[in-house]
C-alpha cells in the first residue's frame, strides 16, 4: 500500500522534448514537494505546495512548472529538456498544519535520462 | 555553501557492532534534524528524528545524538546488521519552514 507515489520511475528522452513526472500521496498530508538529486548526490529542493498553493520555489529554470490540482497530487512538467536536467526526481509529502517538527515522506523517485 | 556536511562518503562495519554515522552543520538556527535510509532505486525512508531542545533520541537499535555547540550530530546503529547497508541522510530544518537542507550521505555497508 504505497504512501507516496511517482510515475514512471524511469523516463529517457530527448533533448528539447517536453516531459511530465505524476506523484500522488495517500498519507492524506497537506503539503508537498518535489527534490531533484543530481549526480553528485545532492538532494535538492525545488519546489512545494501546501494545499495546492505554491509556497517553496528555489531558484529553479522556468522550463520547470509544478501543478498541484489538489492535495494528495503534485506534478512537474519540464519543458526543453535539457542534459543537465539528467537526475533522479523525488517527490515527497508532510502534514505540516498542527505539526511544529514536520516529518517528509519520499516517493521512489523518477530516474530521467535526457539524451 | 553547504550548510549541512556528511564528510565520510563511506563506512564499512562489521556485523553486530556499532556503526556511527556523523552529521555536522553550520546554521544554528536549525533546530530539527532527521535522519533518512535509502536503498539503491528506492526513495529516502526516515529513519529517527530529534529536536535541539534534547540531546538524544532512541529508537530501538537506532539513537541520535545531538551535540548543538560543536553543531554536530551522529546516527548509533547497535547492533548492526547487513540489512543496515544503505545511504544515509542527515538533513536539518528549523521549525515553521518547509525546507530541509540535506548531507550527500554516507554508504554504510555491513559486513557478515
Known amino acids: 500500500d504505497t504512501a507516496v507515489s511517482q510515475t514512471p520511475k524511469y523516463l529517457v528522452t530527448q533533448m528539447g522534448n517536453d516531459k511530465s513526472i505524476k506523484c500522488e500521496q495517500n498519507?492524506?498530508?497537506?503539503?508537498m514537494y518535489w527534490y531533484k538529486q543530481d549526480s553528485k548526490k545532492f538532494l535538492k529542493i525545488m519546489f512545494s505546495?501546501?494545499?495546492?498553493?505554491?509556497?517553496i520555489n528555489e531558484t529553479v529554470p522556468n522550463r520547470f512548472s509544478p501543478k498541484s490540482p489538489d492535495k494528495a497530487h503534485l506534478n512537474l512538467h519540464i519543458n526543453s529538456l535539457e542534459l543537465g536536467d539528467s537526475a533522479v526526481y523525488f517527490c515527497?509529502?508532510?502534514?505540516?498544519?498542527?505539526?511544529?517538527?514536520?516529518?517528509?515522506?519520499f516517493g521512489p523517485g523518477t530516474r530521467l535520462t535526457v539524451l | 555553501d553547504q550548510q549541512v556536511k556528511q564528510n565520510s562518503p563511506s563506512l564499512s562495519v562489521q556485523e553486530g557492532r556499532i556503526s556511527i554515522l556523523n552529521c555536522d552543520y553550520t546554521?544554528?538556527?536549525?533546530?530539527?534534524f532527521l535522519w533518512y535510509k535509502k536503498y539503491p532505486a528506492e526513495g529516502p525512508t526516515f529513519l529517527i528524528s530529534?529536536?535541539?531542545?534534547?540531546d538524544k533520541n532512541e529508537d530501538g537499535r537506532f539513537t541520535v545524538f545531538l551535540n548543538k555547540s560543536a553543531k554536530h550530530l551522529s546516527l548509533h546503529i547497535v547492533p548492526s546488521q547487513p540489512g543496515d547497508s544503505a545511504v544515509y541522510f542527515c538533513?536539518?530544518?528549523?521549525?515553521?519552514?518547509?525546507?530541509?537542507?540535506f548531507g550527500t550521505g554516507t554508504r554504510l555497508k555491513v559486513l557478515a
Open positions: 515527497a509529502s508532510s502534514q505540516v498544519a498542527g505539526t511544529k517538527f514536520i516529518t517528509q515522506y
Open positions: 498519507l492524506g498530508h497537506d503539503t
Open positions: 505546495y501546501n494545499n495546492k498553493e505554491l509556497i
Open positions: 546554521n544554528s538556527m536549525f533546530d530539527y
Open positions: 530529534i529536536s535541539s531542545i534534547k
Open positions: 538533513a536539518a530544518g528549523y521549525s515553521g519552514t518547509y525546507k530541509y537542507i
